[in-house]
């Protein structure tokens, strides 16, 4: 019996189609089981087709198709989403847009590239005329552009430019709808907001106009500090230090650098760190940092050595839960908005040894603020619940990764542009479904 999968599959000839059950299972999740939460809420969803357009006509092709059969569509980039932004609660089919890695231009300041891009593989581009993107993930190496458009925020740069929302971090879209008969719409300046981190809710996007940051030549630096709140003093110094050239500022309260394997040598024994990418021609300044604040540098890497090992990107961001996950299973996180030391400060002494804090500085609103991905064993929801609500209740600002519904995670509020345009580019509510909230009730009530 020929299946409406068979059918759909027959339709888009000519596209290439994953229908092998172990591979459909693999493109059908991402790493939502950082989160003991969503690892029971979504580890058997699964999509029933997935396709890897190379175009952006085989891209309409597909979404004509699937308003015709009605059935779901999910788009997926690399899957390193920690949140089953990709994941297809209701199956259906998902658009793999990694075989779309063209980059159009690239020219000083600027470049537009197609959404299938991996990050590392634009910068190798890009710094051969001595730019670079201006924010990137820790799965640089091999996330897409497009899903950390649609997924991601935050990451090594932003202690420069701020979060991916952030007036100017995206130029322009190319977006492809779900209508009867889809068509390609553009949005520049402003309006790309209707489809920055929608989760693939409202439009497939098969351009970017992205701004690029001069590339410097970066070190890559760890520093070692006795108590942990002068690590973290030490970070908003050198955040605030405007006359010295960062990409990342990156702090670990001990035991999380016993989870760093492949660092142990650079690493002593309770310590506290502060894993840094600093221009290495501002070595000097830096160091007279250091010794202000009493700390020990155990490695140092020029920008050469660096581009040849495991950058030490790969221990911070939420690699730092990857990483104290393969010690100890149990390990989760949270994601929070401490705005200030001294709410760090309040956090470190309240939870002590339940919560270890890891912290990330990133330019806020014009100023350079702490962010925390806090480490701690998973006990109960009730507890974590607990956890979240203190953090709240004393200011901080939490973006639970607990969650997979777009609204709950980061601003709390529904959005009610990108909903207004998702009505207007999918009015089947065939993307991704289940995860907008603001679509949900919307079609409920
Ligand atoms: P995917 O996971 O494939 O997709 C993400 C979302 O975007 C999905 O909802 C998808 O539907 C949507 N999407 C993808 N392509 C399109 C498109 N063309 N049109 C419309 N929607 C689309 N994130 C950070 O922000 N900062 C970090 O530092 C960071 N560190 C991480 C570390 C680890 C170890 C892991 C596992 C994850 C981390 N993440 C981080 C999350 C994630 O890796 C990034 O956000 C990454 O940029 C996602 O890219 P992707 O290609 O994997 O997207």
Not at 91 to 109: A, C, E, H, S
Request: hydrophobic residues 40%.
């Amino acid at each position: 019996t020929t299946t409406i999968w068979d059918t759909i599959a027959a339709e888009l000839n000519g596209i290439e189609i994953i229908t092998d059950p172990t591979q459909l299972a693999k493109l059908s999740l991402d790493y939502y089981h950082f989160s003991p939460i969503l690892e029971a809420q979504l580890k058997d969803k699964r999509g029933n087709l997935v396709v890897r357009p190379a175009t952006e006509a085989e891209v309409m092709q597909v979404a004509k198709t699937c308003v015709k059969h009605k059935v779901p569509l999910t788009v997926r980039g690399a899957g390193t989403g920690n949140y089953g932004q990709c994941i297809p609660l209701e199956g259906g089919v998902i658009l793999d847009t990694t075989k779309m890695n063209q980059i159009r231009w690239i020219k000083p300041g600027l470049a537009c590239v197609e959404p299938g891009v991996r990050m590392a593989a634009f910068d190798k581009q890009a710094r051969e005329i001595g730019w670079e993107l201006r924010m990137a993930p820790s799965t640089y190496r091999t996330a897409t552009i497009g899903g950390f458009i649609g997924g991601g925020s935050v990451g090594m740069g932003s202690i420069t430019y701020g979060q991916l929302r952030d007036r100017g971090n995206l130029r322009a879209l190319r977006v492809v709808t779900l209508e009867d008969e889809p068509r390609v719409i553009q949005l520049r300046g402003d309006e790309v907001q209707k489809v920055n981190h929608a989760y693939g809710t409202n439009g497939i996007i098969t351009e970017l106009e992205i701004p690029l940051a001069p590339a410097y030549p970066w070190a890559e630096i760890i520093v070692a500090f006795d108590e942990f709140m002068t690590a973290a003093q030490f970070g908003q110094a050198l955040s605030d230090s405007d006359g010295i050239v960062k990409k990342m500022v990156s702090i670990h309260a001990w035991p999380i650098p016993s989870y760093f394997a492949a660092l142990q040598s650079y690493l002593p024994q309770g310590k506290h760190c502060a894993l840094l990418m600093v221009s290495e021609t501002d070595l000097e300044p830096l160091q007279e940092l250091v010794r202000e604040y009493g700390g020990e540098i155990t490695y140092n890497k020029t920008a050469q050595e660096a581009s040849k090992g495991t950058s030490i990107l790969e221990f911070t961001w939420n690699h730092t839960t990857l990483h104290a996950r393969s010690v100890d299973p149990n390990l989760t996180y949270l994601q929070t908005f401490y705005f200030t030391l001294d709410r760090v400060e309040h956090m470190y002494h309240h939870f002590g040894d339940e919560l270890a804090i890891h912290l990330e500085f990133l330019r806020f609103g014009g100023k350079a603020i702490p962010a925390g991905l806090q480490l701690f064993r998973f006990t109960t929801e009730e507890r974590l619940n607990e956890i979240i609500r203190y953090h709240e209740e004393n200011g901080t600002g939490i973006a639970n990764p607990h969650t997979y519904i777009l609204e709950d995670g980061g601003r709390k509020t529904i959005d009610p542009e990108q909903l207004a345009f998702k009505k207007l580019v999918d009015p089947y509510g065939l993307m991704n479904p289940g995860k907008m909230r603001a679509w949900s009730q919307m079609t409920n009530d």
